[in-house]
Structures are given as C-alpha cells and as structure tokens.
C-alpha cells in the first residue's frame, strides 16, 4: 500500500475543504448535531448538509431545526391516555400460607 499516495490525496481533500481549522469546525458541528435533539434520521439529514458546506461557513443549524414530534397512533375508544400510568399490580404476600386441605 502506498502510504504517501494516501497522505496525499487526505492533505487535497482537508485543503481542497478549507484546512485543518475548517475541519475542526466541521467535526464541531457534527458532534453539536449528534447531540441535539431531533430523530436519528433528523440529525442524518442535518449532518448531510452540514458536509455540504465545509468549514461550518454557516451557524449550527440544530437550534433552528424544526423538531418532529413521534406520529400519533389512533387509540380505541375507551383506552386510557398516556398521562395516566397502568395500574400496578398487586404486590406479592410475603409470608408463606399453609397449602389448604380440602375439609371432608
């Protein structure tokens, strides 16, 4: 494997991308995107077009990214609302009772 070659042809792609700076600032805003809020497939997109623009020439987008709320599935009537926890369930005797015998 030709090392240099590779060397080389990393150097064009960080400066063909602005530099060393413009690479921290990239990396700084994908790590600000990874941990913002948004879906996974939310944060894939902003980070697709934070590649677009090398440099972080623009502001962090995540603050202004429209955050989708979770679809809405359709409830049966009847059904209790997410506000309201389930029920608990009985807690269990922790004292052991006798088996019962039948009486004759």
Same mark, same amino acid.
């Given at each position: 494997?030709?090392f ?16 060393? @700076? ?17 879906? /996974? =497939? ?13 440099? /972080? ?5 995540? !603050?202004? /990214? $429209?955050?989708?709320?979770? !679809? @809405?599935v ?5 059904? $209790? =609302? ?9 807690? !269990? ?6 088996? =019962?015998?039948?009486?004759?």
């Amino acid at each position: 494997m030709d090392f240099k070659k590779l060397q080389r042809m990393a150097k064009n792609v960080i400066d063909k991308r602005g530099g060393t @700076e413009a690479l921290k600032a990239d990396a700084e805003e994908l790590k600000n995107i990874a941990t913002g809020p948004g879906t /996974a =497939s939310d944060k894939a997109k902003r980070a697709a077009d934070a590649l677009k623009d090398p440099g /972080a020439k623009g502001t962090d987008k995540t !603050a202004d /990214a $429209p955050v989708t709320p979770p !679809a @809405e599935v359709p409830k049966p009537p009847g059904a $209790p =609302s997410a506000a309201t926890p389930p029920p608990e369930p009985p807690a !269990a005797d922790p004292t052991p009772q006798p088996p =019962s015998t039948p009486t004759p």
